[in-house]
């Protein structure tokens, strides 16, 4: 379409590729440098290929093209909510910018908000400081939207090869990935973060990013402790294997997405090799004493809990590769994978008191489901439907086969 400006994103939302027009469009040449943190690919003549890898290059390009604005994002929120609800999920960590808080608060004005929203602020370098002058702190809102932290990147993604590394990727002989925020660009923020009361979630994929987020959250922990903040690092994939007791000795919540794990096995093995051992690690950090708290990472994987416990407790794809198990030494029990996704999800949120667990006192959220997920084989996990979905006492969602 040469009339026409295309960009298209990447699977995971680390990358872009558009064509000749949208970068006409975007001011992107030849002389264009690499912003910090992002990489604009060239070809051998320096011309730019199209392919623009992590937030500070793609936005170069949604500067001049746009984003969808708050009346189409609310529309997609509330069309999205009756399948969250068929999944079973009765309340969400978000993680999105102004439009989509905006979208949520006229969903909550109107009534029709019936997920619970804990909201991260992102992109942080746009909405820290405006939070922060604001006075905003976490836990600010109602029992169904509130604002939980801020989002801040450390590194990229595996699939687009820009998960910060300590040694070079596989078959490379120098990528060691992209510092998306550089280290001291980071302190600034986790510390601007945490002086003003708002936690931070910090994605790291590759084992120099986690290492650096280690760093940092154990220098900066009397600030984030004395003011009962739950810093967490999203995604923890792959860590050395000196980090793992880190962060149950630092206190740091490791947000994890099992589903990460059998859908990404054959880029990790493809590009860490041996490394892969110590990837999506959850036995080994429950073991430390790692507070888990799972979920999907929606869009990039599909939001469905049960495909999701799946994925924990077999490392197996849906087709059942491997038979065993990709590392099975790191599969976790039902019971443990259970509580990531429901207590441990409460707890990063500071909210273990009154959400993910059933006790007097606590929100009436709960699912019915079509079998015993305690007792079933792990392989038939997937066969398990979701009967009724139940949040703060109201039926949100009943099966066909379900009479009440």
Request: glycine residues 12%; charged residues 25%; contains cysteine.
């Amino acid at each position: 379409m040469p009339d026409r400006p295309v960009v298209l994103t990447r699977k995971d939302g680390h990358s872009l590729w558009v064509n000749s027009l949208a970068l006409t469009r975007a001011g992107v040449g030849r002389e264009t440098p690499d912003p910090p943190g992002g990489v604009i690919d060239r070809d051998e003549g320096g011309e730019p290929t199209g392919i623009l890898r992590e937030g500070p290059a793609m936005r170069l390009v949604w500067q001049a093209v746009g984003r969808p604005g708050v009346d189409l994002t609310g529309s997609a929120l509330a069309e999205a909510l009756p399948e969250a609800h068929r999944l079973g999920l009765t309340g969400i960590h978000e993680i999105d910018g102004r439009e989509a808080f905006q979208a949520y608060q006229r969903l909550r004005g109107a009534g029709r908000l019936t997920l619970r929203v804990r909201l991260f602020l992102n992109p942080a370098h746009e909405l820290l400081e405006p939070a922060t002058r604001l006075g905003i702190m976490s836990g600010f809102g109602d029992e169904w939207l509130k604002i939980s932290g801020v989002k801040l990147f450390a590194d990229g993604s595996l699939g687009s090869l820009t998960a910060l590394m300590l040694e070079p990727y596989e078959g490379t002989a120098d990528n060691l990935g992209v510092a998306v925020t550089p280290p001291d660009e980071l302190r600034r923020r986790v510390e601007e973060a945490f002086r003003s009361g708002l936690t931070v979630a910090i994605h790291a994929i590759g084992d120099r990013a986690n290492r650096i987020c280690l760093d940092l959250l154990e220098s900066t922990r009397e600030l984030w402790a004395s003011r009962g903040l739950r810093p967490r690092i999203e995604h923890v994939q792959l860590l050395h294997p000196a980090d793992l007791p880190r962060l149950a000795r630092i206190g740091v919540v490791a947000s994890m997405q099992p589903i990460h794990c059998t859908q990404d096995l054959f880029l990790a093995e493809r590009y860490w090799g041996a490394r892969s051992r110590y990837g999506y690690a959850w036995r080994s950090l429950v073991d430390h004493g790692t507070v888990l708290a799972f979920g999907s990472d929606c869009p990039v994987e599909t939001p469905d809990p049960l495909r999701g416990l799946f994925a924990a407790v077999t490392r197996r794809r849906e087709d059942g590769y491997p038979p065993e198990g990709w590392y099975p030494e790191e599969r976790l029990g039902i019971e443990a994978a259970v509580r990531a996704y429901t207590w441990g999800a409460a707890f990063a949120v500071g909210e273990e008191d009154r959400w993910g667990t059933l006790r007097p006192g606590n929100y009436a959220d709960l699912v019915l489901l079509s079998g015993d997920i305690f007792r079933t084989r792990p392989e038939e996990l997937l066969g398990i439907r979701v009967l009724a979905t139940v949040v703060g006492g109201r039926l949100v969602h009943a099966d066909p086969a379900f009479a009440p």
